[in-house]
């Protein structure tokens, strides 16, 4: 069964300052598809950022960008320029790539706090 | 924007009774998800339609838990007992079927059994 780790319960960074985020998973699986959600405080969740297994290349988004180390089975965001706006849990998700299957298994999350 | 909505935003309850949650997805969105997401944690899949067909209920506990998506479109999850344990955040997600599609999230129901 997959698995999702996320080792940093909670993180600061001064506003403008960059941050990195970490997660780790498990899986057999050569092809899947890896997720970045982003759980603002009363708000609902919105996608971040996508990264598929088979791209060599990191994802980026504006300021926010990967890096997926597919050997090592690591996907950390890195959030540059940060902005209050970020403040927010984080929550990486896996998502098997075979067709049929959009099971998503999610991590327990990192909060990000944003310091003035 | 068009939205996931789900009702009622929040709920008290008191143990043994029954509550039913409501999400309407996406117009169009043919892949519905109900999550349970206790405080502090990821959100954890309990069901998963296609249109109205279930895809995987594999963490749904069936002995007290029913969803449903009679029309392929809106859908009701109910509890019947709810258990102290219930309480937690349930959130409900939708997705344009197919692989590359990401999913939409509603606000979700705060439960709180009491």
């Known amino acids: 069964a997959q698995t999702v780790t996320q080792s940093q319960p909670e993180m600061s960074v001064q506003e403008a300052e960059t941050v990195t985020l970490s997660c780790t998973y498990d899986t057999s699986e050569s092809d899947y598809y890896l997720f970045w959600y982003k759980q603002p405080p009363s708000r609902q969740m919105i996608l971040v950022i996508r990264?598929?297994?088979?791209?060599?290349q990191n994802a980026t988004e504006n300021r926010f960008s990967v890096n997926f180390q597919k050997a090592a089975k690591s996907f950390s965001l890195k959030i540059s320029d940060s902005q209050l706006g970020d403040a927010a849990m984080y929550f990486c998700?896996?998502?098997?790539?075979?067709?049929?299957?959009?099971?998503?298994?999610f991590g327990t999350g990192t909060r990000l706090k944003v310091l003035a | 924007e068009a939205e996931v909505a789900q009702s009622p935003r929040y709920k008290i309850t008191e143990k043994s009774q029954a509550v039913a949650f409501w999400c309407d997805p996406i117009s169009g969105h043919a892949t519905l998800y109900w999550y349970r997401q206790i405080l502090g944690q990821g959100p954890e899949l309990l069901v998963q339609?296609?249109?109205?067909?279930?895809?995987?209920d594999s963490q749904l506990p069936k002995d007290r838990f029913s969803a449903e998506r009679l029309k392929g479109v809106d859908s009701t999850l109910k509890i019947q007992p709810a258990e102290l344990g219930d309480s937690a955040m349930y959130l409900c997600a939708s997705s344009l079927a197919g692989d590359t599609y990401e999913q939409y999230f509603g606000p979700g129901t705060r439960l709180t059994v009491t």
């Open positions: 990264q598929e297994a088979y791209k060599q």
């Open positions: 339609f296609q249109d109205e067909s279930v895809v995987d």
């Open positions: 998700a896996y998502r098997s790539g075979l067709s049929g299957t959009y099971k998503y298994i």
